[in-house]
């Protein structure tokens, strides 16, 4: 399934994007739990097309830049629908770097165990930092007040995401104290 295919639909049905928008979407919003990379969007965007599900038009920028503005087509909304309501299987867990090491700590030595765990506690809760400061502009910037409003997506995703570090700054810290016992 191409699931690329619908993250876009979604974010083009939400407001008519360029494919540059659409990317910075990815590196923003949609960063805690989706990923795509430039190379995929732009192939994708003309798949999209060709298939009658968006469709674009070229606009100015400047006095020469030229640029797609993509906008979802009714057959596009009646695709995105379709699979917004299908029941999809639970995914796998998502691979994670730290927990494979840990996994084997009993073949490190115990400073370095409690270095990886350090640093690893560290990175998380830098990133627990930066998503608290992004729900503070979130709520000074969107509306999130109604299910139908596009910010009570963002705010619902962005919560996740801070639950997800708080949990595993959580069970980070456990794991330090037995460490050090």
């Given at each position: 399934m191409?699931?690329?295919?619908?993250?876009?639909?979604?974010?083009?049905?939400?407001?008519?994007?360029?494919?540059y928008d659409i990317t910075k979407e990815f590196n923003s919003g949609l960063v805690e739990f989706w990923y795509a990379k430039h190379s995929q969007i732009y192939p994708e965007l003309k798949k999209l097309t060709d298939e009658g599900l968006i469709s674009y038009e070229t606009v100015i920028q400047g006095e020469k830049l030229e640029k797609k503005l993509y906008s979802i087509?009714?057959?596009?909304?009646k695709s995105l629908q379709k699979w917004l309501?299908?029941?999809?299987?639970?995914?796998?867990?998502?691979?994670?770097i730290f927990k494979l090491k840990a996994y084997f700590c009993d073949e490190?030595?115990?400073d370095t165990l409690i270095k990886q765990f350090k640093n690893t506690l560290t990175k998380h809760m830098e990133r627990?930092?930066?998503l608290e400061n992004s729900m503070d502009e979130l709520l000074k910037t969107?509306?999130?007040?109604?299910?139908?409003?596009?910010?009570?997506?963002?705010y619902i995703i962005l919560n996740g995401a801070i639950m997800r570090e708080k949990s595993y700054i959580e069970w980070l810290e456990d794991c330090l104290k037995k460490i050090h016992s």
């Amino acid at each position: 399934m191409r699931t690329l295919k619908y993250a876009i639909l979604g974010l083009i049905n939400r407001n008519p994007l360029t494919g540059y928008d659409i990317t910075k979407e990815f590196n923003s919003g949609l960063v805690e739990f989706w990923y795509a990379k430039h190379s995929q969007i732009y192939p994708e965007l003309k798949k999209l097309t060709d298939e009658g599900l968006i469709s674009y038009e070229t606009v100015i920028q400047g006095e020469k830049l030229e640029k797609k503005l993509y906008s979802i087509t009714e057959k596009g909304r009646k695709s995105l629908q379709k699979w917004l309501s299908k029941d999809d299987p639970l995914e796998p867990t998502p691979k994670d770097i730290f927990k494979l090491k840990a996994y084997f700590c009993d073949e490190m030595d115990h400073d370095t165990l409690i270095k990886q765990f350090k640093n690893t506690l560290t990175k998380h809760m830098e990133r627990l930092e930066y998503l608290e400061n992004s729900m503070d502009e979130l709520l000074k910037t969107k509306d999130i007040s109604t299910l139908s409003s596009p910010g009570f997506g963002d705010y619902i995703i962005l919560n996740g995401a801070i639950m997800r570090e708080k949990s595993y700054i959580e069970w980070l810290e456990d794991c330090l104290k037995k460490i050090h016992s």
